[in-house]
């Protein structure tokens, strides 16, 4: 069984920034093909970033040059850095995975902007 478990999500400003994390624990060979979404109120889930299975970073475009994927092979963790944020980056964040052909996810962190 594997079990992603994200944190760093809270309250930004904008133009600030933010480290999320995501920590896989179980069987887990390769932190490839782990990835972060995000669903915002009313909105779909949607990609933001992930590593491809050859450990290739893919951005949505509304994200590139903004925020960056991360992994530490020796620690299995996956970070997205989060700057120059916008109001609109409001959502609720999730660590998504693809194990043994099953898609796992986390509960997901939010990140919220102040007024």
């Known amino acids: 069984q594997v079990h992603l478990v994200e944190s760093g999500g809270g309250l930004a400003q904008a133009g600030g920034s933010l480290r999320l994390s995501c920590a896989p624990s179980?069987?887990?060979?390769?932190?490839?093909?782990m990835g972060w979404y995000r669903q915002a109120p009313g909105k779909q889930r949607e990609l933001v970033a992930a590593?491809?299975?050859?450990?290739?970073?893919n951005y949505a475009d509304f994200v590139k040059g903004r925020f960056t994927i991360s992994k530490d092979n020796a620690k299995r963790m996956v970070y997205l850095q989060m700057n120059s944020l916008k109001p609109e980056d409001t959502a609720v964040y999730y660590c998504?995975?693809?194990?043994?052909?099953?898609?796992?996810w986390g509960l997901g962190t939010p990140v919220t902007f102040s007024s």
């Open positions: 590593f491809t299975t050859g450990g290739i970073a």
């Open positions: 998504k995975g693809r194990f043994y052909g099953i898609d796992y």
């Open positions: 179980g069987s887990i060979f390769s932190l490839n093909g």
